[in-house]
């Protein structure tokens, strides 16, 4: 256990702001988080796991708790008949288990390429893009609970995945689990059948997946920010979801409205919300809406106050809302915040 009092959430986070931590513990093994969370306790101080830091905006006071990172990262492949059990740890680098899937031949990651973060981070929002999500492949994950102080197992189905959701962000269970392991149930297939329209535009119908993951890296070096050069955190709002009668609506009100098929219901593009209501580029104090991409609020200066980047979201949440009537929802969590 390597216990770090130096440590402030802007060294660890892709948005590169945030404060102090009082303890900052990083653990090799599942002892080593059993030790990190009854440290944690013995001393009555609350609880932050944490990845990669690329996707949440810390406040810029102290932290008076502990932040456990994980950094097992194994790897393993299980075949069973036509199927794949992969089965990682969740300090992997969520690329590297992608890169590691299309490198085997096997089908299920390869359009989640190129998303920052942990393995362990993954399942916490559902992590999805370019018409897959981690809970089309997802299996079951071993945690540790940290009320009971015992190890759990959860199935795909107690996970409770929905749009950028899980159980593990319902207030009941918020970091309550301390995820040390995904198993994941991936096609031995070399092919893959693309869905999403921008996608086959530059793959076509059918591609190997080698072909995909470079579409997809290319793609997203192309459209989004990246966080080495600038303070990010990814699409900062989900795309509210509505159904036929709301989405038909909304295109009488406002033609050129830009919504997506998601199962039975439709995405409107928060993005297209955003760059219609005349935020893309604008900014408040040192934070900004990236240029590059509306869904994006970045840390234009690289020391902006937490606080200036929450204000410019509250702004375009109220904006979007007076101009539109749609509520936008944060994607990013808020950590340590009063508000
Ligand atoms: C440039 C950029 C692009 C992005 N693109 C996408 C995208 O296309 N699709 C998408 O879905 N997301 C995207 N994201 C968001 C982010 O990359 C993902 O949500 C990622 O899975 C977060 O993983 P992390 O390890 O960084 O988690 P962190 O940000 O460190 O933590 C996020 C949450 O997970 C919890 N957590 C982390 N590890 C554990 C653990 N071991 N056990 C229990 N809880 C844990 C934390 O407590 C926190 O609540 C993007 C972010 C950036 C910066």
């Known amino acids: 256990m390597n216990i770090s009092e130096e440590k402030k959430f802007k060294d660890i986070t892709t948005f590169r702001v945030g404060g102090k931590i009082k303890y900052f513990i990083e653990v090799k093994d599942e002892e080593g988080v059993a030790e990190a969370i009854h440290f944690a306790k013995k001393n009555s101080l609350p609880i932050f796991m944490v990845g990669e830091g690329s996707d949440f905006l810390a406040e810029d006071n102290m ?33 590297k288990l992608v890169e590691e899937t299309v490198k085997n031949e096997l089908q299920g990651l390869e359009c989640l390429s190129g998303i920052p973060g942990t393995v362990g981070g993954a399942p916490i929002q559902n992590i999805g893009a370019y018409g897959q999500e981690i809970s089309d492949t997802f299996y079951s994950l071993k945690a540790y609970d940290i009320e009971n102080e015992k190890y759990k197992s959860f199935s795909k189905d107690e996970c409770e995945f929905g749009y950028r959701d899980s159980i593990f962000k319902n207030e009941k269970f918020w970091q309550k689990y301390f995820i040390l392991q ?79 098929p998601y199962g039975d219901k439709f995405k409107v593009s928060a993005a297209w919300l955003i760059e219609m209501a005349g935020w893309k580029g ?58």
Do not use: C
């Open 63 to 95: 932290y008076e708790g502990v932040v456990i990172k994980y950094l097992g990262d194994s790897l393993e492949f299980t075949p069973e008949g036509s199927k794949v059990l992969v089965t990682a740890e969740s300090g992997l680098k969520w690329d």
């Open 182 to 260: 995904i198993t994941l149930v991936l096609n031995k297939n070399k092919i893959a059948k693309v869905n999403y329209d921008s996608l086959k535009a530059i793959v076509g119908e059918e591609a190997e997946l080698s072909e995909i993951r470079q579409a997809v890296l290319k793609t997203r070096q192309d459209k989004l920010e990246d966080p080495k050069k600038v303070g990010n955190a990814g699409s900062f709002f989900k795309n509210p979801i509505v159904d036929v009668q709301k989405k038909e609506n909304l295109e009488k009100m406002f033609p050129g409205i830009k919504t997506f």
């Open 282 to 339: 604008k900014g408040f104090g040192e934070a900004a809406v990236s240029p590059k991409h509306s869904l994006i609020l970045i840390n234009k200066t690289g020391s902006a106050p937490a606080n200036d980047i929450y204000t410019l979201s509250e702004m375009i949440v109220n904006d979007v809302f007076e101009k539109y009537g749609i509520k936008l929802e944060k994607e990013v969590q808020l950590i340590n915040f009063s508000k």
